[in-house]
């Protein structure tokens, strides 16, 4: 199994992360004695890590559990 990430794509992520959280600390709460806090950039480099998938396995049981009892309440909430 292969993945073909583009990691120079990752920048514009990085962007929109880096905007998402400056938006989300500006309406949080925080100390007195704590000022604004601002996040500059964010990075994940310029040399994508080398990774290997040693082992695909099924999904456990009790994640589709939850999934499934979600579906149904969204089923039969929507009739």
Known sequence: MSIDLDWLQLSAIANRLVDALNRHL??????SFMGPITINS????????????????????DFLEEDEEND????????
């Open 26 to 31: 500006q309406t949080m709460e925080r100390p």
């Open 42 to 61: 964010f990075e994940f480099g310029e040399i994508a890590p080398d990774v290997e998938l040693i082992e695909v396995r099924d999904i456990y049981r």
């Open 72 to 79: 149904e309440e969204n089923y039969s909430g929507s009739e």
